[in-house]
């Protein structure tokens, strides 16, 4: 009901955190998308990151993201709005103005305008950057990592058509999300309705390598009957080349390289997928798909890409725990799992994810 009078440091971490401290420090310091560009126009727009509450806005001076309350009364500066020279986010509570920098430029209700607003008065901001059509967000002054470098969502004028699936929330943590993105062995069972191959449960013993920035796997697979991009026909086989590139922690990217039907030349298709943390149990997923292979429309890969996405989202939130296990021996593993097992090792080895917590 009240907050204590004892004078308390400050903290970052959020009230209610459902991670680790630790872990929260870790995360905080890596980049991560919460919106897309284009949704944040002429109004502020509400995410969560980390169990943070962020107001994304956009002024002359550009985009800023910050703690969504406002420094008087705590009020949530998302259902606020812009003034009429885009200067300034107004809070819907007592109408005080901030700018590009988080700074009070305005308190309505002062009676002598002239006063000058104490320099404390501002919002808590943090890093913000935008690439490949999102808004990415570090709640550290210094980030561990750079954003993974996709060139071909660069560069629209390439021949690639590109396009994007809307945003969604799945229940379950971001590093099971990511799992789940790269296995390889659930395709026959889980993909039954797109390219699963019903016929041939065996996964090879694929290569996988460690990059810069990450772990990436190659693997040739012959799906199976797979409704096709652009008509309804089913084929009942065709080779693929799978390359999987992982960037640290939850950014990935599918290569599907395939052979040219009926003497056709060979195509690619890209799919990119970002799992960005709300909670330690809900995950944002933003997705990307790219593709040269002709008479494709964006709305064929959208359709396709949903299609996939119904059947992996069943099975990825009924794993438990939501979190993933950094205890090697915490569940059983089969060969086709190497590079879920390096992932995990990684996380533990290079960032000190799943360190336990000091107790006085």
């Known amino acids: ?34 919106a897309f560009s284009d949704d944040v126009v002429d109004k502020p727009v509400r995410a969560t990151l980390l169990d943070i509450d962020i107001v994304l806005y956009r002024t002359n001076n550009g985009l ?3 703690k969504d309350i406002c420094m008087h009364r705590g009020a949530a500066m998302s259902l606020g709005w812009l003034d009429a020279e885009r200067n300034n986010i107004i809070c819907p509570f007592h109408g005080l103005h901030y700018d590009h920098s988080g700074q009070c430029t305005r308190i309505p209700s002062m009676d002598d305008q002239t006063r000058p607003i104490p320099k404390s008065i501002r919002l808590i901001c943090y890093q913000c950057r935008e690439r490949y059509g999102l808004i ?43 799992e789940n993105f790269n296995d390889v062995a659930h395709f026959s069972f889980v993909h039954k309705g797109t390219f699963g191959n019903m016929d041939d449960f065996s996964i090879p013993n694929y290569e996988m390598w460690k990059t810069g920035v990450g772990l990436s796997l190659r693997m040739p697979y012959k799906e199976g009957v797979r409704e096709r991009l652009g008509d ?10 799978y390359t999987k590139n992982l960037t640290y922690p939850f950014s990935m990217e599918l290569v ?23 909670s330690s149990r809900k995950t944002a997923v933003f997705q990307a798909l790219a593709t040269n292979r002709p008479g494709i429309s964006p709305d064929d890969l959208i359709t396709f890409q949903n299609f996939v996405n119904s059947e992996d989202i069943p099975i990825v939130e009924s794993q438990r725990p939501e979190e993933l296990p950094l205890d090697i021996s915490a569940e059983v593993h089969i060969p086709a799992d190497k590079f879920s097992i390096q992932y995990r090792k990684d996380l533990v080895t290079q960032f000190g994810l799943g360190s336990p917590e000091l107790t006085a």
Request: include cysteine; hydrophobic fraction near 35%.
């Open 232 to 241: 309804t026909d089913t084929v009942a086989e065709r080779d693929v080349v």
């Open 256 to 278: 599907m390289q395939y052979e040219g039907e009926d003497g056709g030349e060979d195509f690619t298709l890209i799919a990119y997928d970002i799992a960005s943390p709300v």
């Open 136 to 178: 990415w967000v570090c709640l550290k002054d210094q980030a561990i990592c750079a954003m993974p470098d996709w060139p071909i969502l660069e560069d629209r004028n390439n021949g690639w058509t590109i396009t994007r699936p809307p945003p969604g929330t799945w229940e379950t943590s971001a590093p099971r999300h990511v």
């Open 64 to 66: 800023t993201a910050a």
């Open 1 to 34: 009901m009240f907050v204590s009078t004892e004078k308390t440091p400050y903290s970052e971490l959020p009230r209610n955190c459902t991670f680790s401290e630790s872990d929260w420090h870790v995360l905080a310091g890596f980049w991560h998308p919460i």
